[in-house]
């Protein structure tokens, strides 16, 4: 089968959804795929709270990002049993979680995206394909011909003829099925002269996967799991950077390196509104079971939830040992195995506060993730392939070090912001935490613009990063944000009978679409704040 819109998005992550969202918004026809039956990407599927800056609140962000970010909050109030000093909160945090200051269950984020694109799905602009997957590619020179998908429920391929292809995808999958040029892994010192990249190209040394899962708990209950099949391994298992065992409460700090124990505690006492989520001042992550909460009990009335839920994407279960890209079957069977392990491992071994060991009362919760075990739909994918694009972004442009704390990279293009440090996972090559303190930055339009193929956009973290710079660029806003643009672009260039290089390298049409970004409330430039 055959079909034409205007413009293919492969990928409902999102990056995916602010495309689509922005495309149909300019009156676009689009197709988007989706390889889970959940569209949201990291934020559902793969089930993590959003990692965002701290001046989220007030500035930073897309207006559609914000109004998906009150949407949830809207669904809290509208529906849950809230505690009249929590609902009247403007800044409601669900989880009260130490990550964010929107912790919230990966369900409400899908149940608000999926109102969000509810009118154009109406108006038959917008076709969503869940269960689908990029199949093959046809090329033409620098242009992209068609793209064939695959139903994973075992329907027939469909081939997509569109103008604009816009790759969603977690490991910008469709960038290596077009023969588009990219780089993956790290890249050496000597091509960008970045401080941490290491001497030699590592393609193959990738940040670490997780594969997340949400847990409550339940005292005096015994929900203990059966053993893990990898668990005598995982069990045993000690990298050599870290201070003893991975499954363990005592891990590095990934800013300082130093050993530093982490404690757990289900369901503590502590009111859930005293919790102030502030990465800039506190990472928040020694206290595990307040981390990445995401349904917090006492902002309820009493009696309405028996337990917190948290969600478990922590040092001890961050995956390594293989490149998820290239070997994508094996290091995820894996990753879940450790997931697994970890989850075993506190019910029957993890040393109590009292001076017990175990939790049984914890309890996975298969209907949070919408799976069958209760681990995420997807692997939470910290870095994809990225393109070579026209403009590279690389540590000297964002490295407090290097630029100071009000230090700033301003580009001619810039077509959105972001703020996060610069935060490597140990990675695949053995490398353990970089965790560099970065300045706001911005989104050049020459990161969304690939060298030489002239109708693929990237919409995540698949733009022209490097290794380093994807530690900040690959947050919750920023994918949001590049999405967003990229659909925007797509749908102008149609609009305009333009191509995306001469957007980005003519003045007078970059500055036309420059003010239709900030007719849509793309905030482009930071106001003075300071790294860190």
């Not at 009111?271 to 506190?282: C, E, G, M, Y």
Request: hydrophobic share 40%; with cysteine; net charge negative.
């Amino acid at each position: 089968m055959r079909a034409e819109p205007d413009i293919l998005i492969v990928g409902g992550g999102l990056g995916g959804v602010a495309a689509a969202l922005a495309a149909c918004r300019a009156g676009r026809r689009v197709v988007m795929t989706e390889e889970t039956d959940w569209i949201g990407g990291q934020l559902t599927a793969q089930a993590v709270p959003p990692d965002e800056h701290p001046w989220v609140e007030q500035f930073g962000t897309t207006a559609t990002y914000r109004a998906l970010r009150e949407g949830i909050r809207a669904y809290y109030r509208q529906w849950y049993p809230l505690r009249a000093e929590a609902r009247g909160l403007a800044e409601l945090n669900p989880g009260a979680g130490r990550v964010s200051k929107l912790c919230h269950e990966p369900r409400v984020a899908l149940a608000v995206l999926e109102g969000m694109l509810a009118p154009f799905r109406a108006a038959g602009l917008l076709t969503v394909l869940t269960e689908h997957r990029a199949l093959s590619a046809e090329t033409d020179g620098d242009v992209i011909r068609a793209v064939t998908v695959r139903d994973l429920r075992g329907g027939e391929p469909t081939t997509f003829t569109a103008r604009y292809v816009v790759d969603a995808t977690e490991t910008g999958e469709l960038l290596a099925l077009a023969g588009v040029e990219h780089a993956a892994g790290a890249e050496a010192q000597d091509e960008f002269g970045e401080p941490h990249a290491p001497a030699e190209a590592q393609p193959d040394n990738q940040q670490g996967i997780t594969v997340c899962f949400a847990l409550s708990h339940h005292e005096g209950e015994d929900h203990t799991v059966e053993r893990p099949e990898m668990y005598d391994f995982w069990r045993s298992y000690r990298p050599g950077f870290w201070p003893g065992p991975l499954l363990g409460f005592e891990a590095p700090d990934p800013r300082t390196l130093e050993p530093v124990p982490r404690t757990f505690v289900p369901n503590p006492d502590l009111d859930p509104l005293a919790v102030s989520a502030d990465q800039s001042a506190d990472a928040g992550d020694k206290e595990l079971w307040g981390f990445r909460r995401i349904l917090a009990r006492g902002l309820h009335r009493p009696g309405a939830f028996g337990s917190d839920i948290t969600l478990v994407n922590w040092p001890l279960n961050d995956y390594w040992l293989k490149p998820y890209i290239g070997q994508e079957a094996e290091a995820l069977r894996e990753a879940r195995q450790l997931s697994l392990s970890v989850l075993y491992w506190l019910q029957t071994e993890a040393p109590r506060a009292d001076g017990g060991t175990g939790f049984p009362g914890l309890r996975i919760r298969p209907d949070v993730t919408g799976t069958a075990d209760g681990l995420a739909k997807a692997a939470y994918v910290r870095e994809s392939r990225r393109i070579k694009a026209v403009t590279t972004v690389i540590e000297q442009d964002v490295a407090i070090d290097v630029v100071g704390v009000y230090g700033r990279t301003r580009y001619r293009d810039s077509v959105g912001v972001g703020g996060y440090r610069i935060d490597l996972h140990p990675s695949t090559g053995g490398d353990t935490y970089i965790d560099v303190g970065s300045v706001p930055f911005e989104i050049p339009l020459g990161a969304l613009v690939p060298r030489r193929v002239r109708n693929l956009l990237p919409a995540g973290k698949n733009i022209g990063t490097t290794h380093i710079t994807n530690g900040c660029y690959r947050l919750h806003p920023v994918e949001w944000n590049v999405g967003e643009v990229a659909g925007a672009l797509a749908a102008h260039c149609l609009d305009e009978g333009v191509e995306p290089h001469q957007v980005q390298a003519e003045d007078k049409r970059f500055e036309e679409f420059g003010r239709l970004l900030d007719r849509w409330g793309v905030q482009r430039r930071w106001p003075d704040v300071r790294g860190y």
